[in-house]
Structure formats: C-alpha cells, structure tokens
C-alpha cells in the first residue's frame, strides 16, 4: 500500500523558517517525480513544487521561489520542503504527493503550517 | 486568483449528470493533455479521479467522464450519487516544470 506521511509541521513565526518531511512507503519512491501542494484555510489546491525521480531538477510556483526549496534522499525514502522567510500567507495544510501517472497525484494527509506572532 | 477557472458551484439531482469546466490558455490547457481531475471531501486529502484528460484510475467508476476542447476541460459525473458531493479541482501541466490548479468547484447532490 502506497503511503506518504509528511510531519514538521507547526507554528512559526513571521520571517522563520521550517523544514517539512515526507516519509514514502509502499513503492519504488526514487522513481517518481514528487510534488508539494497546498491549501490554505478554507481555500483551494495551490501546486507549490515539484522534483524529478533524481532530485536533480525542480520547478517552483511564483510565490515561493526563492524562499522554498524541495529536495529528496532516495536512500531514505524521503522528500522535503525548505521554507524559508515565511508569512502569514503560506499558513496552509502542506501536501505530499507522488506523480504515479502524468500529471495524476497520489496524496499524503497533509501538515499543517501557521504562521503567526 | 487561480490559473485555471472553474465555476465555484455546480449541483444536480441524484440520477442526473452534471458537468463542471476548467479554463486556462494555450500555455497549459490547450497546451497539454496532462489536464487531470481531483475530489475531495471535508477534511480529507484530494483523490485522483482523472488524468490525461480522460483516464481513469483503477477504482474510480465510469460515471466519471474527462474532456477537453481548446483551452477547456470538463469533468462530468453522471448517474450523481450523494457521495459524489465534494469538492472538484482540475489541474494542468503549465511547461518548464509547473503545474497550476483550478479554484475548485463545490458539487450539491440536492
């Protein structure tokens, strides 16, 4: 059974940073691409980034690059998500999700991020 | 705003179809066939119920239909059973490794 448990998340505050994880299981996670989406409260889906089977290219959405990174370890089976400088408008629950399909997501529970003073 | 726009609502009697639209632009749309096609309930994570247009993934039932014609997707859903009311999101392919999301459509089974 194919399962994506992301943690890290929390609160933080204005201008911090936090680093969220995503543990896959279930199949060959070094052969899929991986994304990050998003949902903020009460809002909708917002694709956030997206990381080929090696980790060696990425895409980002405009509203993170530069301040997010995505990255993975084959060897550990994990994806994560750098965030840096953040603000009240990335509070969402974050998405683990691996592209099983083109463009077809397979998706984790989601963690949640509140930024807040 | 979202990159892709979807009506924010749609509804329909159980039995009836009922079909929910996702425009975009000749840059994703109209540029690609990876348009695919999401549910989701309360509190719940998405669920994949369409992609490259019109495939289905194993499990999802053929009252759930995919197209595309210029810059528009649809998403029909026939045969409307009372837990199809959730949530629709589409989502495009958007080039140089980016992919966009619709607003989101909330399906009423009234």
């Known amino acids: 059974e194919v399962q994506l448990v992301e943690s890290g998340g929390g609160l933080v505050q204005p201008g911090g940073s936090l680093r969220l994880s995503c543990a896959a299981s279930?199949?060959?996670?070094?052969?899929?691409?991986m994304h990050w989406v998003r949902q903020g409260p009460g809002k909708g889906l917002v694709w956030v980034s997206r990381?080929?089977?090696?980790?060696?290219?990425?895409g980002y959405a405009d509203s993170v690059k530069g301040r997010f990174t995505i990255s993975r370890d084959n060897a550990k089976n994990t994806l994560y998500l750098q965030m840096n400088s953040l603000t009240a408008e990335d509070t969402a629950v974050y998405y683990c999700a691996r592209e099983y399909n083109p463009g077809g997501l397979d998706w984790g529970q989601g963690t949640l991020v509140t930024v807040s003073s | 705003q979202s990159a892709l726009t979807q009506p924010p609502s749609a509804s329909g009697s159980p039995g009836q179809s009922v079909t929910i639209s996702c425009t975009g632009t000749s840059s994703d749309v109209g540029a690609y066939k990876y348009v695919s096609w999401y549910q989701q309930h309360p509190g719940k994570a998405p669920k994949l119920m369409i992609y490259e247009v019109s495939k289905r993934p194993s499990g999802v039932p053929d009252r759930f239909s995919g197209s595309k014609s210029g810059n528009t997707a649809s998403l029909t859903v026939s045969g409307l059973q009372t837990e199809d009311e959730a949530d629709y999101y589409c989502s495009s392919y958007a080039g140089s490794n980016n992919f966009e999301f619709g607003g989101g459509t909330k399906l009423t089974v009234l």
């Open positions: 990381t080929n089977s090696g980790g060696t290219t990425a």
């Open positions: 279930g199949f060959t996670f070094s052969g899929y691409w």
